[in-house]
């Protein structure tokens, strides 16, 4: 099979795509922490995020929050096809400011928690999550 | 999808004025993802719930925002403070509208 100069371009253009896309995603979960935090500094310290080091199945992962002194507390999963994960909200009744649920994860990647205090300040934890089989379908 | 969803919580009937419990909830929902497609390439759409809320006497204890990647039957476990006796209303929103929602009563002893 020989390549006309239509085809050279299409396939470069199709590899320089394939390169991209993959920081694309990576983007999406830090606009999608941007678009919580406001482009305000983001601390670290204060906030635990407590996750499985290894998940045999992305369809449920058990994740603990907890951030003393939050208002609310975002998780964002960077290697999913939409970032956002889930948002606590706690109220005047809460009892302390954390929380556990069970989440999905399409594969490897970091799991990051950010936390907005009640001072306005913002906090941060990751952790990366091994997945053995992803939680999104095919 | 209205089908088959049922509410459960796990809250003490009795706590001491001004304690900290452990509550624990679960909703039977598949929580579609958007992201899924069925065995002839088609997308299957979304159908989350998208909100969950838990409040006692009026005053709001959690307000949750879930997205797609929430797994099926949503389970959370968190903690409230009990000030005195009442109603504990756990409220879950789906996308397609419907509203499920469950009461458990506390006392004070």
């Known amino acids: 099979m020989e390549f006309s ?5 299409a396939l ?31 601390g670290a310290g204060g906030i635990t995020l407590t996750a499985p080091e290894i998940a045999e199945n992305g369809n449920t992962v058990p994740i603990a929050v907890s951030a003393p002194g939050a208002a609310t507390i975002m998780v964002f999963a960077s290697g999913n096809p939409t970032p956002g994960v889930v948002t606590f909200n706690f109220g005047a009744l809460a009892g302390d400011q954390s929380a556990s649920t069970r989440i999905r994860l399409a594969g490897t990647q970091d799991v990051i928690a950010v936390a907005k205090m009640a001072d306005g300040s913002f906090v941060q934890a990751s952790s990366t999550v091994k997945v053995t089989i992803g939680g999104c379908g095919g | 999808m209205a089908s088959g969803v049922k509410p459960r919580v796990k809250a003490p009937k009795t706590a001491a004025a001004g304690e900290t419990v452990t509550i624990k909830t679960l909703i039977s929902h598949k929580m579609e993802s958007g992201q899924r497609k069925d065995g002839d390439g088609n997308p299957i759409p979304r159908s989350i719930i998208n909100r969950f809320t838990c409040d006692f006497n009026g005053q709001n204890v959690i307000d949750v925002t879930l997205e797609a990647a929430i797994s099926t039957n949503p389970y959370f476990q968190f903690d409230a403070v009990i000030p005195d006796a ?5 409220t879950w929103y789906d996308d397609d509208g419907s509203v499920y929602d469950t009461t458990k009563s506390i006392a004070i002893g």
């Open chain 1, 5 to 9: 100069r239509r085809d050279t371009l």
């Open chain 1, 12 to 42: 470069g253009l199709g590899v320089a795509v394939a390169t991209v896309i993959p920081f694309r995603a990576f983007a999406a979960a830090d606009e999608a922490i941007a678009a919580f935090t406001g482009g305000a500094d983001v």
């Open chain 2, 86 to 90: 009442g109603d504990m209303v756990f």
